[in-house]
């Protein structure tokens, strides 16, 4: 088959992909609903049994939470859907999204619905429109190779269970990918406009535990030591660093502690998220929350424990990530789409996958809008669309009309 001859089967197959899409998006995958994860999963896992190698469903650790009291809980999580195809050959390709969503097992946008434009519903463009969007176009790059004979690039699919709350039991599995692999693809939802993410700030998220003593409001007032307003300076304390670095914000998004009115409160615990655009900043931001600590123990006679670490760096446009923007404007162009790339605030796994030495282009997926909240749409014209950009990017690498643009050797 040649080029043009793959993508024009892909445009036979967008009724097939609005079934997939609806039928995946129909069933709940929150990520602390590992059951519905893994039905996903199972549903996933025939269509990519077609592929020279063998789709198989891989257990991910379960993770660790906060909880109120401070105390830290084991979360299970859903399997990762993981498939190799020519795994030593010389140019190989990580192609990668999730299966779970944000919105609960309880949350009221459930129903998957469409009309002639648009399909809505929980997690179809967030991202199982892209699950189908990466299915289709390695099932044309195969029938180009095929074709071809060409045996020199590999590829890698690896869907995992947990993004949305930032991949913390597929961290291993993303990781050795990114070692293996040269290139990557992520099927993120595009820009509403249609456009890319260029560079992409780093995000943490801690979870101070302010440690203080229980005692009776009425009879032993003095002997208390009171958490929460340790917990609430220590906040006010984080809030105050949003001044000290231009870009970088701090956002304390969650206070709990307290129990009855006549009891001292022993333990509260304040959350933040971190976002900043420069790896540089990770060791001073880590020192000034370490000071805040300091201060607010001494001052409180507080006992402060920090969960949570630098796990999202930044991600730039620049060298092999930069080549391969261009490619992508390139192939768009001969599509008749015009592509840019926009900076963002918003971070995926392209930004741990960039971090571990992977350049990756990350939100390859549908067109839609509304994500993470019941607004959420994709938008149908995408499905094939998206899908004929990245099957050219493939196709143009595997046939040689792109030039290979990385210079790693894994
Ligand atoms: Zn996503």
């Given at each position: 088959m040649s080029k043009l001859e793959s993508l024009n089967w892909i445009e036979t197959q967008r009724e097939r992909m609005v079934a997939l899409v609806e039928h995946w998006a129909s069933i709940n995958s929150s990520t602390y609903h590992p059951a519905g994860v893994e039905q996903v999963a199972h549903a996933v896992l025939p269509e990519f049994s077609t592929f020279a190698g063998k789709a198989e469903l891989l257990n991910v650790p379960s993770m660790m939470e906060v909880n109120e009291r401070g105390v830290l809980v084991d979360h299970s999580l859903g399997p990762a859907l993981s498939l190799r195809v020519r795994p030593t050959a010389p140019r190989r390709i990580l192609l990668a999204i999730h299966m779970d969503t944000v919105y609960p097992q309880d949350s009221g946008f459930q129903e998957v619905h469409r009309d002639e434009m648009n399909m809505y519903g929980p997690g179809v463009a967030d991202a199982k429109g892209g699950i189908s969007v990466l299915l289709v176009a390695l099932e044309a790059l195969e029938q180009f190779l095929d074709s071809t004979g060409n045996t020199e690039i590999g590829w890698e699919v690896l869907l995992n269970p947990d993004e949305e709350i930032g991949s913390p039991g597929s961290i291993e599995l993303l990781r050795s990918a990114a070692k293996r692999n040269h290139l990557g693809l992520l099927f993120e939802p595009a820009l509403p406009d249609g456009h890319l993410a260029g560079d992409r700030k780093g995000s943490a998220n801690f979870h101070f535990v302010c440690h203080g003593k229980s005692a009776h409001a009425g009879r032993h007032f003095e002997e208390g030591i009171n958490a929460i307003t340790a917990a609430a300076d220590l906040a006010m304390r984080v809030h105050s660093l949003n001044d000290r670095w231009t870009g970088t914000t701090l956002n304390v998004s969650r206070i709990d502690g307290g129990g009855p009115m006549n009891m001292v409160p022993d333990v509260a615990v304040v959350r933040a998220n971190v976002r900043y655009s420069?790896?540089?900043?990770e060791a001073e931001i880590d020192l000034a929350l370490r000071e805040i600590m300091g201060l607010v123990d001494q001052t409180h006679h507080v006992h402060s424990v920090r969960h949570g670490e630098f796990t999202t760096p930044p991600k730039q446009v620049e060298g092999t990530i930069a080549t391969m923007f261009e490619q992508v404007t390139e192939c768009g162009q001969s599509l008749g789409l015009r592509l840019d790339h926009h900076p963002t605030g918003g971070v995926c796994d392209g930004n741990r996958l960039a971090g571990w030495g992977l350049p990756n282009i990350d939100n390859l997926g549908v067109r839609g809008a509304g994500?993470?909240?019941?607004e959420e749409f994709l938008v149908l014209d995408s499905l094939t669309e998206r899908a004929k950009l990245t099957a050219s990017l493939l196709i143009g690498w595997a046939s040689g009309a792109l030039e290979w643009p990385s210079t790693l050797d894994p």
């Open positions: 420069d790896h540089s900043l994500i993470h909240s019941h």
